[in-house]
């Protein structure tokens, strides 16, 4: 529960300092391990697949790597997500991240607009799901930061996936 409310409040950090980064704190495989086996335990009915991943370099701070990849991955559980496949690896100069999920998936006009601020998908002018339209905001935020790029490729009633890409030495 300690982790979990740590989490929370280094998750609101991008909002109140923007220009303040630990980058030169990288997160190690055993964070980035317990992070995920902590979003396991809390979603005991989904089923992960996640890669194996322990001779990579990971070159951002575990604040920002949790941001990005909790926002994600709730975000696959909250559109209908039953299964989740985390991918995390290093390709030469480039550090990425792959989150896919089984969800209901996106129309592509929703694509451009799900990095802006409290944008939030609607359904006949209703909000389906809870929440402030922040996450996708921050892991934008952050992933600029780091001089990367996301792409999103999504098909209605198949899924979602989120590939980002962040450039390291």
Excluded: C, W
């Excluded at 780091?146 to 390291?168: A, E, L, M, R, W």
């Amino acid at each position: 529960m300690e982790r979990q409310v740590e989490r929370l409040e280094n998750t609101l950090q991008p909002l109140h300092e923007s220009d303040k980064t630990d980058a030169d704190i990288p997160i190690t495989f055993d964070q980035v391990k317990m992070i995920l086996a902590d979003f396991k335990l809390a979603h005991p009915h989904i089923k992960f697949d996640i890669n194996e991943f322990s001779t990579i370099e990971i070159p951002i701070n575990e604040s920002d790597f949790t941001t990005i990849i909790v926002n994600l991955m709730n975000n696959s559980i909250k559109y209908g997500a039953t299964h989740l496949s985390v991918s995390i690896s290093t390709n030469k100069n480039l550090f990425e991240i792959q989150v896919r999920d089984n969800g209901i998936g996106m129309a592509l006009k929703e694509i451009p607009h799900i990095f802006e601020k409290f944008y939030r998908i609607q359904k006949n002018n209703i909000h389906d799901s809870k929440g402030l339209g922040l996450g996708l905001y921050l892991v934008n935020t952050i992933v600029g930061r780091h001089q990367g790029k996301i792409d999103v490729t999504s098909k209605i009633n198949i899924g979602t996936t989120f590939n980002i890409i962040i450039p390291h030495e």
